[in-house]
Nanobody
Framework: QVQLVESGGGLVQPGGSLRLSCAAS????????MGWYRQAPGKERELVAT???????KYGDSVKGRFTISRDNAKNTIYLQMNSLKPEDTAVYYC???????????WGQGTQVTVSS
């Protein structure tokens, strides 16, 4: 019923930039918050960034100052601008949408980001 489709991943050199997109099947205003998580091989999924319906943002400590989350309500899309990429940013990045009233998260299929020289 809820579909989230990520795009924009790929291979980039250290210090480079990528912009990820997450397109939702419905109005993103329906969600209390949306965001990005990532998971590297052998590691737990971790928070990257979130943006609430009120446009407040939160970032994981490892990406503060380098990544920026934003949204375009007209396009039902959120973005993650990633600058100054490091090899440790290599992971599958997942889009998340949260329905707070029922405490449910919806997840996309993920997009691979590889930072390597």
């Amino acid at each position: 019923q809820v579909q989230l489709v990520e795009s924009g991943g790929g291979l980039v050199q250290p210090g480079g930039s990528l912009r990820l997109s997450c397109a939702a099947s419905g109005s993103i205003s329906s969600f209390n918050a949306m965001g990005w998580y990532r998971q590297a091989p052998g590691k737990e999924r971790e928070l990257v960034a979130t943006i609430s319906s009120g446009a407040s943002t939160k970032y994981g400590d490892s990406v503060k100052g380098r990544f920026t989350i934003s949204r375009d309500n007209a396009k039902n899309t959120i973005y993650l601008q990633m600058n100054s990429l490091k090899p440790e940013d290599t992971a599958v990045y997942y889009c998340d949408a949260w329905l707070g009233l029922i405490g449910k998260h919806y997840w996309g299929q993920g997009t691979q980001v590889t930072v390597s020289s």
